[in-house]
């Protein structure tokens, strides 16, 4: 499994930039199976979806560091494509669950932004084909 962690500190604008980036993949033919959108103030969510014939997962919650590392252990154990999720910088589980795959890549989150959104997104989009 492919996985790309969105990494930055907190309030960098990674939940806004995976909000971008699920309405963006939906927009380029991305099929969602499964979504849910948790009750917090952030808006966080999980998507499940068909993307150009890989099963991928976005998941925002960066600050849920036991939730992430579940996760990523169910979706790798399901045989999904590619697993795409934000992590705090202070997060250190989901950050050592990460490096044990090998095909594994990270987008640094720097500013919250129009321009480093769509930076990160399009990074994240080309790591998807």
């Not at 969510?45 to 579940?70: N, T």
Request: overall charge positive; aromatic content about 10%.
């Amino acid at each position: 499994m492919k996985v790309i962690m969105l990494f930055g500190k907190t309030n960098c604008g990674k939940t806004t930039t995976f909000h971008c980036l699920r309405n963006k993949l939906k927009s380029l033919g991305g099929v969602e199976a499964y979504f849910e959108e948790v009750e917090n103030p952030d808006k966080d969510f999980v998507s499940e979806m068909e993307y150009k014939g890989k099963r991928l997962v976005l998941v925002s919650m960066g600050d849920w560091s036991g939730y992430l590392v579940d996760k990523i252990k169910k979706c790798d154990t399901e045989r999904y494509d590619i697993f795409v999720f934000a992590c705090n910088k202070d997060k250190i589980r989901p950050q050592q669950r990460f490096m044990k795959f090998e095909d594994r890549h990270i987008i640094r989150k720097n500013e919250a932004n129009d321009a480093d959104n769509e930076r990160a997104m399009t990074e994240i989009i080309k790591l998807l084909a």
